[in-house]
């Protein structure tokens, strides 16, 4: 969306100051067609109070959440409260990796890396989801944190490049108590436990007597703010450097000041004589096709560049707006499919790492990548679902199982085996050192590696 020239916002915002909630949630729903504002809710006292006036004003929001597969039990079920007590629906916006178990033995990404585990679950899903709307609506008040100091009733958001509607912004915790209290809205129990600010589970303790109202979220860390409003938005500055995340293909993504990821792969001006290829590694989710494609990859980088094409990563920065119907999930494998062949054809050793369900596209992608003289090389990462079930420390398959969770592939969505793949690994019965090393031995067989014989450490455990 374009700025608006900021003298008008600014007078905008100047005439809503001091208004209700209510009244300024009306001005912006008569601004804007139906269906371009959106409200986004993470369920805090704030945003409950936002939908009751809403509801009670008669005002249509459309309401969205951010889920990142780690909230509270008693936020989940606040959810439903919302809805049955109002009569809407919050729809459910995520990233992939919100539905995806972290590997058996692998630290989990918000006690590693927590600045790029908000990118990923939550930046990154609100800028896909805001390109839909002219304004969203937030549930800030200035006094809660100093980069939300400054933040006006309606003001130019820098950082997704939208309108940003603040209708609580003059308030203060006493004015949302009161509210709650006049109105008995709905609320998280937790905060009668201590819990101020609600965040995700691992990342949220409740906070004592006296403490800042968000000591309690990412403790021990300097980390205040989840990314959504850490840079304030203002209507005197409006940027013209920010911008949507380039898709990248990456090894592993480092967060810098900006979206953009950052490749840590080997370096493609480093040029290979024995030319590129595609390693497709396809199987169910937690198989152990990204804890492989990472094992290979320095026996691979001795001889030529590599690059790892994740499923989550790619789905996170290439193909962010695409749901999970067939015809999204065909798209996504095709645009992996589409960036790894480039990537061979530079002299790169493009390996894939995604779940990619059906044979047809997963064999049109081969065949486009022969055409072009690209080897493929397909390797069916197989383990049963039982086992999978065992290791998902997330229950995603025991409430696919069970009924609780649709379009799951392999449970509640179809995923069709290779019918003759190039290596057949079996992670329930094998050690990732031995899948990879069949995969080496098939590669030196078709004459796509040189390198140690096979038997040699030559394989880093992952």
């Known amino acids: 969306m374009t700025a608006p020239p900021r003298e008008e916002l600014a007078r905008w915002a100047e005439a809503l100051e001091g208004k209700t909630p209510a009244e300024i949630l009306a001005a912006v729903a008569a601004e804007y067609p139906p269906g371009r504002v959106g409200f986004a809710t993470g369920f805090g006292a704030e945003g409950c109070v936002l939908v009751d006036v809403a509801a009670r004003a008669g005002i249509p929001l459309d309401v969205f959440t951010i889920d990142t597969g780690t909230l509270f039990p008693e936020t989940y079920a606040l959810w439903n409260r919302l809805e049955a007590r109002y009569g809407i629906t919050i729809r459910r916006v995520a990233s ?5 178990p972290v590997p058996e033995g692998a630290p989990a990404p918000w006690e590693t890396d927590p600045d790029h585990c908000c990118e990923v679950r939550k930046v ?16 800030i008040r200035r006094d809660q944190t100093p980069d939300r100091a400054n933040a006006a009733v309606v003001e130019w958001d820098e950082k997704f490049q939208l309108v940003k509607v603040n209708p609580l912004a003059a308030w203060s915790s006493r004015d949302v108590e009161e509210h709650v209290r006049a109105h008995d809205v709905p609320t998280n129990p937790l905060h009668a436990q201590g819990y101020r600010s609600i965040g995700c589970a691992p990342c949220t303790t409740p906070v004592g007597a006296g403490e800042d109202p968000r000591a309690g979220r990412w403790r021990g860390r300097t980390k205040t703010e989840c990314g959504l409003h850490a840079r304030p938005a203002t209507v005197l500055r409006i940027a013209s450097e920010t ?15 900006t979206s953009t990821p950052t490749s840590t792969s080997t370096p493609t001006s480093l040029a290979s004589p024995l030319g590129g290829y595609i ?3 396809t199987g169910l989710s937690g198989a152990g096709k990204s804890t492989l494609s990472h094992a290979l990859r320095d026996t691979l980088a001795a001889e030529r560049p ?5 499923g989550d990563e790619v789905r996170t920065y290439l193909s962010a707006g695409l749901g999970f119907s067939k015809e999204d999930r065909d798209t996504n494998v095709r645009r992996i499919g589409f960036v790894a062949r480039l990537l061979a054809r530079t002299g790169a050793a493009a390996v894939t790492a995604a779940i990619s369900p059906y044979a047809a596209t997963r064999e049109e992608v081969r065949s486009l990548a022969e ?14 679902v039982a086992t999978l079930a065992e290791r998902d ?17 392999g449970v509640s969505d179809p995923y069709e085996p290779p019918a003759r793949p190039d290596v057949v690994v079996r992670t329930d019965v094998e050690t990732v050192e031995e899948s990879a090393r069949r995969i080496l031995d098939h590669l030196r067989g078709r004459g796509l590696l040189r390198g140690a014989a096979a038997g040699t450490a030559e394989v880093a455990a992952s």
């Open 306 to 310: 590599v690059e790892i094409l994740d």
């Open 96 to 100: 992939s990796a919100a539905d995806a």
């Open 124 to 139: 990154l899903p609100l800028r896909a989801e805001l390109g839909r709307f002219d304004a969203w609506v937030t549930a």
């Open 243 to 257: 911008a949507t995340p380039t898709p990248t293909s990456t090894s592993t993504p480092t967060p810098t000041s």
């Open 393 to 409: 420390v997330k229950g995603l398959y025991r409430k696919a199982l069970a009924g609780e969770l649709t379009r799951f592939t």
């Open 279 to 281: 390693l497709w590694l």
């Open 371 to 384: 055409r072009d003289g690209v080897p493929f090389v397909e390797v069916f990462v197989s383990a049963p």
